[in-house]
């Protein structure tokens, strides 16, 4: 049981962006991984997510093939950004976007879920989530253009813990974050993996990823010959 890419490649025209990566996140652990600017991470973590196909090659949740629909990924995946501005709609309150995957999840449920008393769960849990993530009750009634960066993006990883999912992509998600909110959300996400969430951590910072991760690749390294896959470029932790 793993989030397993096999052979994953991406084009953008004339451009191959990725040849032929291999990659495995497994639950419970954080896998980092590295890369300079342009080698194609962010690619891979929306392949990984199934918000883009691969040219080639498969990624498989669990054994199950990964792919979007209507836009929407599979419940059992999620994705965290690096700008948490963009991720969010700047109309929606905080406690709002807290609440996506619930309201979602409640809608895909049917009539009977609705009601009075399903708010009221949506708004313990979103509570309890919020006081995970350290935000304080009055910040949740606000917009994103009224708290800081940092603020925003533990409302992000609360909206991620809410969907409860078994991977989870994070495409620098400290990237725009001070030393202390990054700290928060590296404790966050690895407290996720104790949880037995798989993560695939990306990021230029090298030693916040030697800290976080149990194991970190380099994308540009991949297919190096001691990896046993010339024609491609293959990590496995
Ligand atoms: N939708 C797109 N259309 C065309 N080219 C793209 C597209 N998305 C990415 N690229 C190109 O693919 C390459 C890899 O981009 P990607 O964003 O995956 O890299 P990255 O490793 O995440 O970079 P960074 O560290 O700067 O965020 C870049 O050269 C980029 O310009």
Redesign the pocket.
């Known amino acids: 049981m793993s989030l397993v890419a096999e052979g994953v490649t ?1 084009r ?2 004339q ?1 191959t ?2 040849d032929g990566v291999d990659l495995t996140v497994e639950p419970g652990r954080v896998l980092g991984l590295t ?12 392949i990984l997510t199934g918000l883009r196909s691969p040219d080639s090659g498969t990624v498989l949740a669990d054994g199950r093939p990964v792919a979007a629909r209507r836009g929407r990924m599979s419940g059992d995946l999620g994705l965290l950004h ?1 700008s948490p501005r963009a991720a969010t709609d700047p109309r929606m309150r905080l406690r709002g976007i807290i609440a996506q995957p619930l309201t979602a999840r409640a809608r895909g449920t049917g009539p009977g879920a609705r009601g009075a008393g399903r708010k009221a769960d949506e708004a313990r849990r979103v509570a309890e989530l919020a006081r995970r993530v350290g935000l304080t009750g009055d910040l949740l009634d606000r917009r994103p253009d009224q708290v800081s960066a940092g603020q925003l993006q533990r409302a992000c990883v609360a909206r991620a813990l809410a969907a409860a999912p078994r991977y989870l992509v994070c ?2 998600p400290t990237a725009m974050l001070d030393a202390a909110s990054t700290a928060t959300v590296a404790h966050l996400l690895t407290s996720l993996a104790e949880d037995g969430v798989g993560i695939l951590a ?1 990021s ?1 910072d090298h030693a916040l990823l030697a800290a976080w991760a149990h194991d970190v690749v380099d ?1 540009s390294r991949l297919g190096a010959p001691h990896t046993g896959h010339p024609a491609g470029r293959r990590a496995s932790p």
């Open positions: 991406c953008y025209g451009q962006v990725l890369g300079p600017s342009g080698s194609g991470k962010s690619s891979l973590a929306r690096q495409d620098e990306i230029h994308l």
